[in-house]
């Protein structure tokens, strides 16, 4: 009977992230291919983990459309173009968080959200304001790559706290402090990170902004690893 309970609701949660997927696509901030892969990472993630685990990763889809959509007409007027965002961009920004679940690793898992939500909030809210190049402190036009702002780098933080706050609502890490801290430091790191390739790399031609996305996320992984690792 538990048995057959279980596999009720885990067919129920698979339903779901079909629905989810539909509803990803239907809104138009993932094209075709974009949107059935985040399904299937959906599928995976509850598998191996749990509708708490995927419910993580859809914040994170969430705030970085609402985010994107914040004052659109603005950054449409200073030349600022949103392309519909595609498998690449899901890949280079999910890949790490699904082995990080996959493995069970609940720090990882928490680092790379938080850094790709930390760098999507930064992006879309920094620009908002005049950002100045990471490397060198010149001030830069909205959206060039490697700029960062006091807005931006405010709105990245409180994004970071928030998938934070949220793995511990949904037991996806089981200490509240834990969990804020491994969001916070590897949100801001990865962030910085991301900004600082993006300076680099990106704009010498050796990198695009999947690369630098994965980059960032490994990094933010990286770090929450660390972080409970030493017992911080």
């Given at each position: 009977m538990k048995n057959i309970n279980k596999n009720m609701i885990q067919l129920i949660f698979l339903i779901?992230?079909?629905?989810?997927?539909?509803?990803?696509?239907?809104?138009?901030?993932?094209?075709?291919?974009?949107?059935?892969f985040v399904t299937i990472i959906g599928i995976f993630i509850v598998i191996t983990r749990g509708f708490n685990w995927l419910a993580i990763l859809l914040l994170f889809l969430i705030l970085g459309s609402v985010f994107?959509?914040?004052?659109?007409?603005?950054?449409?007027?200073?030349?600022?173009?949103h392309e519909q965002r595609t498998i690449k961009n899901v890949v280079s920004n999910g890949i790490i968080p699904v082995l990080m679940a996959i493995f069970g690793n609940y720090a990882g898992f928490i680092g790379a959200i938080s850094t790709a939500t930390a760098d999507t909030l930064a992006s879309e809210i920094g620009v908002l304001s005049k950002p100045i190049l990471i490397t060198s402190q010149e001030q830069v036009q909205p959206g060039t790559n490697g700029g960062v702002s006091v807005l931006g780098t405010v709105a990245g933080l409180i994004g970071a706290l928030i998938i934070g706050v949220s793995s511990f609502i949904v037991n996806v890490s089981p200490d509240i402090t834990h969990s804020i801290l491994i969001a916070i430091m590897s949100g801001m790191i990865g962030c910085f990170v991301?900004?600082?390739?993006?300076?680099?790399?990106?704009?010498?031609?050796?990198?695009?902004?999947?690369?630098?996305?994965?980059?960032a996320t490994i990094i933010g992984a990286l770090v929450g690893i660390i972080l409970i690792t030493i017992g911080a």
């Amino acid at each position: 009977m538990k048995n057959i309970n279980k596999n009720m609701i885990q067919l129920i949660f698979l339903i779901i992230c079909v629905i989810l997927g539909i509803i990803v696509y239907l809104s138009g901030a993932l094209d075709l291919l974009g949107s059935s892969f985040v399904t299937i990472i959906g599928i995976f993630i509850v598998i191996t983990r749990g509708f708490n685990w995927l419910a993580i990763l859809l914040l994170f889809l969430i705030l970085g459309s609402v985010f994107t959509n914040f004052k659109k007409e603005y950054k449409q007027r200073i030349g600022l173009k949103h392309e519909q965002r595609t498998i690449k961009n899901v890949v280079s920004n999910g890949i790490i968080p699904v082995l990080m679940a996959i493995f069970g690793n609940y720090a990882g898992f928490i680092g790379a959200i938080s850094t790709a939500t930390a760098d999507t909030l930064a992006s879309e809210i920094g620009v908002l304001s005049k950002p100045i190049l990471i490397t060198s402190q010149e001030q830069v036009q909205p959206g060039t790559n490697g700029g960062v702002s006091v807005l931006g780098t405010v709105a990245g933080l409180i994004g970071a706290l928030i998938i934070g706050v949220s793995s511990f609502i949904v037991n996806v890490s089981p200490d509240i402090t834990h969990s804020i801290l491994i969001a916070i430091m590897s949100g801001m790191i990865g962030c910085f990170v991301d900004s600082l390739l993006g300076a680099t790399l990106e704009r010498n031609g050796l990198f695009n902004n999947e690369h630098v996305n994965l980059t960032a996320t490994i990094i933010g992984a990286l770090v929450g690893i660390i972080l409970i690792t030493i017992g911080a």
